[in-house]
């Protein structure tokens, strides 16, 4: 049986991603978490701010979860996106992905991430001292 | 119709939701992204952004019902 958590939350709990994703079939876990960034530019953030659609990002969550489990036969997969102010170190999102050997599950946690970012509508502003900037919002 | 602005959007428009009644016969994705561009030309300026009509993202030419929920998306930023 496969096992998938699919969540948007206030705080990301890294301390349990082990438990989540571990699987008797699987021989490899790999897991990505995405933090906050002191510097943007050589610039200062205070913090970043994330919002989003919650109802359509799990639907896209899912989708990607989904895409990955098919396409790297994963065991589990694991997508959590924090929400609200985060100061610097600490985390916002993780992704994750367990499978029988390490390659499949290290190509999954890249894609997993990489087409979050395309795609889930969540967005982020970054909160210098002076400004407040919403992340490619423009050209 | 009722729609919802996340991010940079709901800032240009002031409001999380808008009720816009001025969109008639039959209105499409392009119809309401050309209204919105005319109304606030802030809308210009991004980069690009996107509609979702009932949590999907709707190509131009997807027709808007009434009942539809239909939300503006601007360029995306998790991670």
């Known amino acids: 049986m496969k096992k998938t958590k699919i969540e948007i939350v206030n705080t990301i709990d890294t301390s349990n991603i082990f438990a989540q994703l571990s699987h008797a079939h699987s021989g490899g876990i790999c897991v990505f978490i995405g933090t906050v960034r002191e510097f943007t530019a050589n610039e200062e953030v205070i913090a970043l701010e994330f919002e989003t659609y919650k109802v359509m990002a799990l639907k896209e969550m899912e989708k990607i979860a989904d895409e990955a489990v098919k396409k790297w036969n994963l065991n589990s997969v694991v997508i959590a ?14 992704v994750g992905a367990s499978s029988a050997h390490r390659p499949e599950c290290f190509e999954a946690c890249r894609y997993l991430i990489d087409t979050l970012k395309e795609r889930v509508p969540i967005w982020k502003k970054e909160m210098f001292k002076n400004k407040e900037v919403w992340v490619s919002a423009h050209p | 119709m009722n729609v919802l602005f996340f991010g940079i959007t709901r800032e240009i428009v002031g409001t999380s939701e808008l009720l816009i009644s001025d969109l008639v016969n039959k209105p499409t994705v392009n119809d309401l992204k050309e209204y919105l561009m005319t109304r606030y030309s802030e809308f210009s300026k991004l980069t690009s952004f996107a509609v979702a009509v009932n949590n999907e993202y709707a190509k131009d030419n997807v027709p808007l019902g009434q009942n539809d929920e239909i939300a503006i998306i601007p360029p995306v930023s998790g991670g």
């Open chain 1, 81 to 94: 996106h924090a929400v609200g102010a985060k100061k610097v170190e600490e985390p916002v999102v993780i």
